[in-house]
């Protein structure tokens, strides 16, 4: 190995932003080739009886690899098989009902175009990504998806770069266009993730979180006085107004009294009904953790009631309430 170069850290730097600029132009050009093979890819993939087997050998095995890990986790059975293992009698994990996804860069590789014959006249139906469409594994398979790479990132044009970062996205894609056509929703990964903190966060539920021990409600009776009051003692930043039969039909914040002094000094005889909001949005107690957690975000609020099918309030859910419990989750 030679002697090391000196570079200054805007040197690395600019090294570093190069790399990106031709990865970002790999995923662009590739981006731009998805065709109607990749329709015909998914729609193939997603039929399929059996399960997907991905090949490729060298850094394209490693990209193969995490491809196949990304389908099993999301729903579309596969998994991995090294082209020299399939040599020596691994080809027999393959049967008629499987589909194979084999990944060569050059399209060109050895071992993979020795085990293609075999697995054709086994009527295994052959779905290859290289980056020549007029390579070996390209005309032998009966579909093609193009990873369209002008040059890797390496310097000398030579170590797997650009290429296995556009393969890399193509799996991806394939994987997603796959979880919308089969309904993969957010509660299959619960099944799929059971060990990690993703899936046993999906597992709960508002009701899991959710106060109902300190649950601030005030009749619809009840002044903005009587309110504050029931806040104060429950230490919370809102109230929910309801009905003699605990139905919903307001709810009243710090925000909703910071509105209100604002437009007159003293509010604290007026009735709630006057400053609360009306028709307010509300949890229901199945809504899953996660998603309670978008909605908070999305609706930027601070908290909110949780209602059963009648419509009662039976309890609230607050943002930092929420946090901290998916960060507890997560460490677990």
């Known amino acids: 190995m030679a002697e090391m170069k000196q570079y200054s850290d805007e040197e690395i730097i600019s090294i570093a932003k190069e790399v990106f600029k ?5 995923l662009k050009t590739t981006g731009a080739a998805v065709d109607g093979q990749f329709v015909q890819a998914v729609r193939a993939i997603a039929a399929c009886k059996g399960r997907l087997v991905l090949i490729g050998i060298g850094k394209s095995g490693h ?18 098989v090294h082209p020299t293992e399939a040599l020596h009698g691994d080809l027999g994990m393959i049967t008629a009902q499987d589909l194979v996804l084999a990944l060569s860069f050059s399209g060109q590789t050895e071992e993979i175009s020795k085990i293609i014959m075999p697995l054709k006249k086994e009527k295994v139906k052959i779905i290859s990504m290289t ?6 594994l390209a005309l032998m398979s ?23 970062t556009a393969m890399l996205a193509c799996g991806d894609a394939l994987a997603i266009a796959l979880m919308k056509i089969k309904h993969f929703e957010k509660k299959d990964f619960a099944l799929f993730h059971p060990g990690g903190s993703l899936g046993k966060l999906l597992t709960y539920t508002v009701k899991d979180i959710m106060f109902t021990g300190k649950n601030p409600t005030v009749p619809l009776e009840a002044t903005v006085q009587d309110t504050l009051l029931v806040m104060t003692k429950n230490k919370s930043g809102a109230a929910s107004v309801v009905d003699g039969e605990g139905r919903l039909k307001g709810y009243f914040t710090d925000g909703d009294l910071r509105r209100a002094l604002q437009k007159q000094q003293d509010i604290l005889k007026l009735k709630i009904t006057e400053v609360m909001t009306a028709s307010p949005f509300a949890f229901k107690p199945e809504t899953p953790a996660v998603e309670a957690a978008k909605i908070i975000n ?5 908290n909110a009631p949780v209602i059963d099918a009648q419509g009662k309030v039976i309890g609230f859910l607050d943002k930092d309430n929420l946090i901290e419990f998916i960060a507890l989750t997560d460490k677990k």
């Open 142 to 164: 009966d579909l093609h998806i193009g990873v369209v790479v002008e040059r890797e990132a390496c310097p000398y044009n030579l170590a797997p770069t650009a290429s296995t």
């Open 22 to 26: 031709t990865e970002e132009h790999a």
């Open 131 to 136: 980056g020549n469409p007029k390579s070996n």
């Open 298 to 302: 999305d609706r930027k609020i601070d």
């Open 63 to 80: 990209i193969g690899r995490k491809i196949a890990a990304t389908l099993a986790s999301t729903g579309t059975p596969s998994f991995f």
